[in-house]
């Protein structure tokens, strides 16, 4: 039999199940949107493009729609036009819960019931209608809740993997609460659906209907340990409440946007894992091994340099060697190790923790644990100057700033992991295209004569930016001093959204970058602190974590 799919918590199942459907909700994340692209524009938002994909793939011949916004409005149109579907229906709910709603929103389920029975051949069955009210399940021990809108499946299932205390789905459509509580008897069927209509339109709100003060109580649990706040690309209906919630929410909060595909999940495991660790830093357990030799390596796999570094028993630096990454983490990680070992004169057998992190962390099978570059890079930074509040690290893959308590932990950090933009191989690729080696470039700009803008943050048209630069004959610090400014204006961008405060560190390699590092000082309107052993410090921070792991 044919699945029934549905979208929205304000979609009448109890009714659907007792004209015999078999009713699923429709959230799953594709690969890509291959088909959807084909048919709609490109801007409508990654969910409507995943139900678009979900039904050109052949997957769903039954589909009841709500009109929620306008890009599942447009999805309708689309696929009334298509010819794909068995049966499609969207339902016209108000966005109010008054009379006038309710009294329209009777109408609407009395005409879905009509359509729907004529479609499968089947009659209003109360008794299976009764029967399809469960009452709510909702966690009552510490836990994380997910919130915001519609968090597709494999996602959930991330968030769910990664975290250090059960996870409630209370995004849009999850928290749906029509259906719990059980019918009145003695009613005739326009009386059943006058009272279905008051029970789908007073459930908890979404955040289209107009009043929708009562999503307080989502987060006003005593129990809520931590809040996953998620978006979908092009929706604002939830940018609104999380801007509201981040000034209000007295716990820790995360904000995650994803475009609705599987490969927009992989890219946000990182802040999920930094998110758990800085919640419960010792979820994976506390001490575990017992001393050895008395020597602890921890080894920063990024996707410029692989960077090691080995502490002694008393936590001081032996060995710090930075090396090129090459074509895979794995082999690169073992080089580097090899040569840490080397320079301090020690044999692997001598360590007896390994801690690994960085963009490759997890394809290195020879550690004792994984930690994220953010919770390595906040530690290895307070290690090396206890008084620093906000650490900034502009690297290969990503640009990151961290926010720091006065014990070194994590209170805040924001990513920039979407596109090149504002990272090391922006700079890289630009120096590329102006035929300068990355140490060359770190000195240009110092002494710009002209203050050049380079408008375009993307990696594409800013290369096409500086090459017509060239053409018209500007000078290269002039240019390279455009660069400069354009990756410092974002980084201080991130900085403002994590609350940055002094003392501030710039860790990573780009930290040598002495242009750049003028240039952002003047944006954040502060000095940073430079260490000698800035792009040490994310593999500083995993080996003073694998201390931590053993018995003194």
Same mark, same amino acid.
């Given at each position: ?38 048919? @709609? ?12 994909? @979900? ?58 019931? /009509? ?174 091994? /017992? ?196 990756? @410092? ?6 900085? /403002? ?44 921070? @995993? ?10």
């Amino acid at each position: 039999m044919n699945k029934t799919f549905y979208i929205c918590k304000y979609t009448p199942i109890e009714l659907l199940e007792a004209l015999g459907a078999d009713c699923k909700n429709l959230n799953e994340m594709p690969e890509g949107f291959e088909l959807a692209d084909q048919l @709609a524009h490109p801007n409508i938002c990654g969910f409507g493009k995943a139900l678009l994909e @979900a039904v050109m793939c052949g997957r769903v011949k039954e589909l009841v729609l709500v009109n929620c916004c306008d890009t599942i409005r447009s999805v309708y149109d689309v696929l009334e036009d298509s010819g794909r579907l068995d049966f499609l229906y969207m339902i016209d709910i108000l966005h109010s819960g008054g009379a006038c709603s309710r009294e329209q929103t009777a109408l609407q389920l009395k005409s879905l019931a /009509k359509a729907y029975g004529a479609y499968k051949g089947t009659a209003f069955n109360e008794e299976a209608f009764r029967s399809a009210f469960h009452a709510s399940r909702k966690i009552k021990t510490p836990h994380i809740s997910v919130l915001g809108a519609r968090m597709g499946t494999e996602l959930f299932q991330m968030v769910e993997k990664t975290m250090p205390y059960p996870v409630e789905n209370d995004t849009c459509v999850h928290n749906r609460t029509a259906g719990t509580a059980q019918p009145p008897e003695n009613m005739d069927f326009d009386e059943l659906m006058d009272w279905y209509a008051g029970e789908l339109l007073g459930q908890m709100p979404c955040m289209r209907m107009m009043d929708h003060t009562g999503r307080k109580q989502l987060y006003n649990d005593p129990d809520l340990k931590g809040i996953v706040y998620h978006t979908v690309k092009f929706c604002d209906f939830y940018s609104f409440e999380y801007a509201d919630l981040k000034q209000h929410a007295d716990m820790p909060l995360l904000k995650i946007e994803s475009d609705y595909t599987v490969q927009s999940s992989g890219q946000l495991l990182t802040r999920l894992e930094a998110f758990a660790e800085s919640i419960n830093p010792n979820k994976d357990g506390g001490k575990e091994k /017992k001393m050895g030799k008395g020597y602890f390596a921890g080894i920063d796999s990024g996707s410029t340099s692989t960077d090691v570094v080995i502490l002694d028993k008393n936590k001081e630096i032996v060995s710090g060697i930075i090396l090129p990454t090459g074509a895979g983490a794995a082999i690169g990680a073992e080089r580097a190790l090899e040569e840490a070992l080397k320079d301090a004169g020690l044999c692997r057998e001598d360590i007896d923790a390994l801690v690994t992190t960085g963009y490759g962390r997890t394809a290195i099978q020879d550690g004792d644990k994984s930690i994220t570059e953010i919770t390595c890079h906040a530690r290895g930074a307070h290690y090396l100057d206890p008084e620093v509040r906000t650490v900034v690290d502009i690297g290969g893959q990503d640009s990151k700033v961290i926010r720091l308590d006065q014990d070194g932990a994590v209170v805040n950090f924001v990513m920039n992991d979407k596109c090149a933009a504002g990272t090391g191989r922006f700079l890289e690729m630009m120096a590329r295209t102006m035929e300068m080696s990355l140490d060359e470039m770190s000195l240009t700009g110092l002494n710009y004569k002209e203050d050049i803008t380079i408008s375009s943050m993307c990696t594409v048209f800013a290369e096409s930016e500086v090459v017509s630069l060239i053409a018209q004959n500007k000078e290269t610090d002039d240019i390279v001093h455009g660069l400069n400014k354009a990756v @410092a204006a974002k980084t201080a961008a991130l900085s /403002k959204r994590v609350g940055g405060e002094e003392k501030y560190m710039m860790t990573g390699g780009v930290s040598k970058n002495k242009g750049l590092v003028k240039t952002l000082e003047e944006k954040l309107g502060t000095s940073l602190v430079i260490s000698e052993k800035a792009q040490l410090c994310g593999a500083l921070g @995993a080996a003073l974590f694998a201390a931590d792991m053993v018995e003194r």
